[in-house]
Protein backbone atom coordinates (compact mmCIF):
# COMPACT_ATOMS: atom_id res chain seq x y z
CA UNK A 1 0.00 0.00 0.00
CA UNK A 2 3.11 2.63 0.61
CA UNK A 3 3.75 2.39 -3.10
CA UNK A 4 0.48 3.95 -3.70
CA UNK A 5 1.70 6.41 -1.32
CA UNK A 6 4.61 7.25 -2.22
CA UNK A 7 2.62 8.24 -6.04
CA UNK A 8 0.07 10.12 -3.66
CA UNK A 9 3.42 12.34 -2.35
CA UNK A 10 5.12 12.70 -5.93
CA UNK A 11 1.44 14.64 -7.12
CA UNK A 12 1.56 16.25 -4.17
CA UNK A 13 4.91 18.10 -4.42
CA UNK A 14 5.08 17.90 -8.86
CA UNK A 15 1.37 18.61 -9.58
CA UNK A 16 0.03 20.39 -6.58
CA UNK A 17 3.15 22.65 -5.73
CA UNK A 18 2.48 21.72 -1.27
CA UNK A 19 5.41 23.39 0.21
CA UNK A 20 7.83 20.57 1.76
CA UNK A 21 6.46 21.24 5.09
CA UNK A 22 2.76 20.52 3.37
CA UNK A 23 4.21 17.30 1.59
CA UNK A 24 5.90 16.56 4.78
CA UNK A 25 2.72 16.83 6.90
CA UNK A 26 0.71 14.36 4.39
CA UNK A 27 3.22 11.97 4.68
CA UNK A 28 3.57 11.34 8.21
CA UNK A 29 -0.08 11.23 8.85
CA UNK A 30 -0.40 8.79 6.02
CA UNK A 31 2.04 6.81 6.84
CA UNK A 32 0.75 6.33 10.55
CA UNK A 33 -2.96 5.71 9.20
CA UNK A 34 -1.40 2.85 6.69
CA UNK A 35 0.45 1.46 9.82
CA UNK A 36 -2.52 1.25 11.82
CA UNK A 37 -3.97 -0.51 9.03
CA UNK A 38 -1.48 -3.43 8.45
CA UNK A 39 -0.20 -3.55 11.93
CA UNK A 40 -3.63 -3.77 14.18
CA UNK A 41 -6.18 -4.56 11.30
CA UNK A 42 -4.17 -6.99 9.26
CA UNK A 43 -5.83 -5.08 6.00
CA UNK A 44 -2.96 -5.15 3.22
CA UNK A 45 -5.29 -5.03 0.46
CA UNK A 46 -6.89 -1.02 -0.20
CA UNK A 47 -10.14 -2.68 -0.87
CA UNK A 48 -10.56 -3.81 2.37
CA UNK A 49 -10.62 -0.71 3.87
CA UNK A 50 -14.18 0.50 5.36
CA UNK A 51 -15.54 3.92 7.19
CA UNK A 52 -15.69 1.86 9.90
CA UNK A 53 -11.02 1.52 10.17
CA UNK A 54 -11.19 5.15 9.34
CA UNK A 55 -13.40 5.80 12.19
CA UNK A 56 -11.24 3.73 14.05
CA UNK A 57 -7.76 5.00 13.45
CA UNK A 58 -9.16 8.83 14.49
CA UNK A 59 -10.67 6.89 17.91
CA UNK A 60 -7.08 6.45 18.12
CA UNK A 61 -5.64 9.33 17.68
CA UNK A 62 -7.97 11.00 20.06
CA UNK A 63 -7.20 7.99 23.30
CA UNK A 64 -3.31 9.66 21.73
CA UNK A 65 -4.64 12.98 23.09
CA UNK A 66 -3.62 14.34 20.16
CA UNK A 67 -4.67 18.33 19.43
CA UNK A 68 -8.05 18.79 17.90
CA UNK A 69 -6.02 20.51 15.18
CA UNK A 70 -4.14 17.57 14.27
CA UNK A 71 -6.68 14.93 14.36
CA UNK A 72 -8.76 17.58 11.13
CA UNK A 73 -5.48 17.80 9.72
CA UNK A 74 -5.00 13.86 9.80
CA UNK A 75 -8.58 13.01 9.09
CA UNK A 76 -8.26 15.95 5.70
CA UNK A 77 -5.24 13.70 4.78
CA UNK A 78 -7.07 10.69 4.62
CA UNK A 79 -9.99 11.61 2.29
CA UNK A 80 -7.50 13.14 0.25
CA UNK A 81 -5.78 9.90 -0.22
CA UNK A 82 -8.61 8.21 -0.72
CA UNK A 83 -9.92 10.48 -3.63
CA UNK A 84 -6.67 9.93 -4.88
CA UNK A 85 -7.36 6.69 -5.01
CA UNK A 86 -10.56 6.50 -6.43
CA UNK A 87 -10.05 8.90 -9.06
CA UNK A 88 -6.90 7.06 -10.23
CA UNK A 89 -9.43 3.97 -10.49
CA UNK A 90 -7.30 2.18 -7.97
CA UNK A 91 -10.38 0.85 -5.89
CA UNK A 92 -13.77 1.01 -6.28
CA UNK A 93 -14.87 2.61 -3.25
CA UNK A 94 -13.94 5.42 -1.23
CA UNK A 95 -14.52 4.87 2.50
CA UNK A 96 -13.95 8.41 3.37
CA UNK A 97 -16.92 9.52 1.20
CA UNK A 98 -19.59 9.80 3.37
CA UNK A 99 -17.63 10.52 6.92
CA UNK A 100 -17.95 13.93 8.57
CA UNK A 101 -14.78 15.59 9.34
CA UNK A 102 -14.10 15.93 13.01
CA UNK A 103 -14.80 19.00 14.45
CA UNK A 104 -12.06 20.97 16.15
CA UNK A 105 -12.69 23.35 19.16
CA UNK A 106 -11.81 26.52 18.39
CA UNK A 107 -8.70 27.81 20.61
CA UNK A 108 -7.76 31.46 20.24
CA UNK A 109 -3.83 31.99 19.84
CA UNK A 110 -1.56 33.64 22.36
CA UNK A 111 -1.90 37.27 21.60
CA UNK A 112 0.87 39.89 23.17
CA UNK A 113 0.04 43.42 23.95
CA UNK A 114 1.43 46.10 22.08
CA UNK A 115 3.72 47.04 25.13
CA UNK A 116 4.42 43.49 25.55
CA UNK A 117 6.14 43.32 21.44
CA UNK A 118 7.33 47.10 22.44
CA UNK A 119 8.92 45.38 25.60
CA UNK A 120 10.51 42.60 23.58
CA UNK A 121 11.85 44.92 20.75
CA UNK A 122 13.30 46.85 23.39
CA UNK A 123 15.95 45.03 25.44
CA UNK A 124 17.64 43.70 22.03
CA UNK A 125 21.43 44.94 22.35
CA UNK A 126 22.20 45.69 18.89
CA UNK A 127 25.37 47.04 19.96
CA UNK A 128 26.54 43.14 20.51
CA UNK A 129 27.18 40.41 17.97
CA UNK A 130 24.37 40.14 15.89
CA UNK A 131 21.59 42.16 17.85
CA UNK A 132 21.11 44.78 14.60
CA UNK A 133 20.23 40.92 12.94
CA UNK A 134 17.50 40.12 16.28
CA UNK A 135 16.15 43.27 16.12
CA UNK A 136 15.32 43.76 12.10
CA UNK A 137 14.39 39.87 12.49
CA UNK A 138 11.18 40.58 14.91
CA UNK A 139 10.68 44.25 13.38
CA UNK A 140 9.72 42.44 9.98
CA UNK A 141 7.98 39.45 11.70
CA UNK A 142 5.43 42.12 13.69
CA UNK A 143 5.18 44.86 11.17
CA UNK A 144 4.71 42.99 8.01
CA UNK A 145 3.00 39.52 9.78
CA UNK A 146 4.72 37.46 8.13
CA UNK A 147 5.27 33.55 8.75
CA UNK A 148 8.36 32.23 9.76
CA UNK A 149 9.03 30.18 6.85
CA UNK A 150 8.17 33.77 4.56
CA UNK A 151 10.68 35.41 6.58
CA UNK A 152 13.38 32.72 6.28
CA UNK A 153 13.21 32.41 2.32
CA UNK A 154 12.93 36.48 1.94
CA UNK A 155 15.83 37.18 -0.67
CA UNK A 156 17.76 40.35 -1.27
CA UNK A 157 15.85 41.10 -4.38
CA UNK A 158 12.22 40.71 -2.36
CA UNK A 159 12.99 43.98 -0.93
CA UNK A 160 11.41 46.74 -2.17
CA UNK A 161 11.54 49.38 0.41
CA UNK A 162 11.22 52.40 -1.83
CA UNK A 163 7.93 51.47 -1.82
CA UNK A 164 7.42 50.24 1.64
CA UNK A 165 7.12 46.85 0.42
CA UNK A 166 8.75 43.33 1.12
CA UNK A 167 7.57 40.48 -1.31
CA UNK A 168 7.08 37.27 0.13
CA UNK A 169 6.27 33.74 -1.12
CA UNK A 170 3.65 32.31 0.93
CA UNK A 171 2.12 28.72 0.39
CA UNK A 172 1.49 27.02 -2.48
CA UNK A 173 4.74 29.57 -4.22
CA UNK A 174 1.80 32.03 -3.96
CA UNK A 175 3.64 35.37 -4.07
CA UNK A 176 2.15 38.66 -2.41
CA UNK A 177 3.76 41.84 -1.70
CA UNK A 178 3.07 43.15 2.25
CA UNK A 179 4.10 46.41 3.92
CA UNK A 180 6.64 47.30 6.06
CA UNK A 181 6.76 50.30 8.26
CA UNK A 182 9.43 52.72 8.64
CA UNK A 183 10.75 51.44 12.23
CA UNK A 184 11.18 47.61 10.49
CA UNK A 185 12.93 49.64 7.28
CA UNK A 186 15.67 51.10 9.51
CA UNK A 187 16.24 48.11 11.61
CA UNK A 188 16.79 46.29 7.90
CA UNK A 189 19.07 48.91 6.84
CA UNK A 190 21.60 49.24 9.42
CA UNK A 191 21.54 45.14 9.54
CA UNK A 192 22.67 45.21 5.83
CA UNK A 193 24.95 48.07 6.43
CA UNK A 194 26.88 47.01 9.34
CA UNK A 195 26.40 43.53 9.76
CA UNK A 196 24.77 40.74 6.50
CA UNK A 197 28.27 41.55 4.22
CA UNK A 198 30.36 40.12 6.79
CA UNK A 199 28.23 36.86 7.41
CA UNK A 200 27.70 36.44 3.64
CA UNK A 201 31.56 35.99 3.25
CA UNK A 202 31.37 32.92 4.97
CA UNK A 203 29.22 30.87 3.15
CA UNK A 204 26.91 30.37 0.37
CA UNK A 205 23.73 31.85 1.15
CA UNK A 206 21.87 32.04 -2.12
CA UNK A 207 21.16 35.39 -1.51
CA UNK A 208 18.73 35.15 1.04
CA UNK A 209 18.88 38.30 4.02
CA UNK A 210 18.79 37.01 7.16
CA UNK A 211 21.82 34.47 8.30
CA UNK A 212 23.31 32.85 10.63
CA UNK A 213 26.74 33.45 12.35
CA UNK A 214 28.02 30.91 10.06
CA UNK A 215 26.47 32.81 6.90
CA UNK A 216 23.87 30.04 6.27
CA UNK A 217 20.45 30.98 6.31
CA UNK A 218 18.38 31.01 9.15
CA UNK A 219 16.01 28.07 9.52
CA UNK A 220 12.66 28.40 11.48
CA UNK A 221 14.43 27.10 14.57
CA UNK A 222 17.15 29.31 14.95
CA UNK A 223 14.42 32.10 14.45
CA UNK A 224 12.44 30.83 17.02
CA UNK A 225 15.31 30.43 19.60
CA UNK A 226 16.05 33.92 19.00
CA UNK A 227 12.67 35.14 19.70
CA UNK A 228 12.92 33.04 23.29
CA UNK A 229 16.14 34.52 23.91
CA UNK A 230 14.69 37.91 23.81
CA UNK A 231 11.15 37.51 25.46
CA UNK A 232 13.16 35.78 28.69
CA UNK A 233 14.99 39.06 28.39
CA UNK A 234 12.41 41.39 28.77
CA UNK A 235 10.86 39.15 31.62
CA UNK A 236 7.89 37.89 29.54
CA UNK A 237 6.01 34.89 31.16
CA UNK A 238 3.60 34.23 28.32
CA UNK A 239 4.78 31.26 25.92
CA UNK A 240 5.86 32.65 22.37
CA UNK A 241 7.17 31.77 19.06
CA UNK A 242 6.89 33.83 15.82
CA UNK A 243 3.36 32.86 15.38
CA UNK A 244 2.25 34.77 18.14
CA UNK A 245 3.93 37.73 16.48
CA UNK A 246 1.84 36.78 13.49
CA UNK A 247 -1.14 36.60 15.83
CA UNK A 248 -0.41 39.91 17.73
CA UNK A 249 -0.21 41.88 14.06
CA UNK A 250 -3.11 40.68 12.74
CA UNK A 251 -5.06 41.56 16.07
CA UNK A 252 -3.57 44.92 16.48
CA UNK A 253 -4.53 45.64 13.59
CA UNK A 254 -7.92 44.66 13.70
CA UNK A 255 -8.15 46.33 17.28
CA UNK A 256 -7.13 49.69 14.93
CA UNK A 257 -9.90 49.55 13.16
CA UNK A 258 -8.52 47.50 9.40
CA UNK A 259 -11.13 45.62 7.55
CA UNK A 260 -10.78 42.17 7.82
CA UNK A 261 -10.08 41.37 4.01
CA UNK A 262 -6.92 43.94 4.25
CA UNK A 263 -5.69 41.62 6.76
CA UNK A 264 -6.63 38.47 5.08
CA UNK A 265 -4.27 39.91 2.42
CA UNK A 266 -1.85 41.21 4.07
CA UNK A 267 -1.36 37.71 6.09
CA UNK A 268 -1.82 36.21 3.00
CA UNK A 269 -4.84 33.73 3.95
CA UNK A 270 -6.86 32.22 0.81
CA UNK A 271 -9.92 31.51 3.28
CA UNK A 272 -10.94 34.79 5.14
CA UNK A 273 -12.75 32.36 7.75
CA UNK A 274 -8.99 31.84 8.47
CA UNK A 275 -8.86 34.95 9.47
CA UNK A 276 -12.04 35.40 10.79
CA UNK A 277 -10.16 33.62 14.31
CA UNK A 278 -8.38 37.52 15.12
CA UNK A 279 -11.79 38.93 14.79
CA UNK A 280 -13.06 36.75 17.06
CA UNK A 281 -10.40 37.94 19.43
CA UNK A 282 -11.24 41.57 18.72
CA UNK A 283 -14.52 40.57 20.13
CA UNK A 284 -13.45 39.15 22.88
CA UNK A 285 -11.18 41.80 23.97
CA UNK A 286 -13.81 44.48 23.61
CA UNK A 287 -16.54 41.83 25.98
CA UNK A 288 -13.05 41.62 28.22
CA UNK A 289 -12.92 45.42 28.54
CA UNK A 290 -16.47 45.93 28.88
CA UNK A 291 -16.36 43.50 32.04
CA UNK A 292 -13.48 44.83 33.28
CA UNK A 293 -14.33 49.08 33.55
CA UNK A 294 -18.28 48.89 32.62
CA UNK A 295 -19.78 49.70 36.36
CA UNK A 296 -22.91 47.21 36.30
CA UNK A 297 -19.92 44.15 36.14
Known sequence: MKTFLEDYI????????????????????????????????????????????????????????????????????????????????????????????????????VVLAVEEVNKILGVIDTAKPLGRRDLAILEVLYSAGVRVSELCDLRMIDLVLDSDMIRVTGKGKKERFAPIGPRAQECINNYLKFDRPTLSKKDKNLGKIFLSRNGRPLTRMTVNIILKKWAQVSGLKKKVSPHTFRHSFATHLLEGGADLRVVQEMLGHVDISTTQIYYDMDREHLKEVHRSFHPRW
Open 10 to 109: TILRVEKNLSPNSIEAYKRDLTRYIDFLQEEKDINNLEEISPKHIRGFIRVLNDAHLAPASITRSFSSIRSYHSFLSGENLVQQNPSQLLDAPKPSRKLP
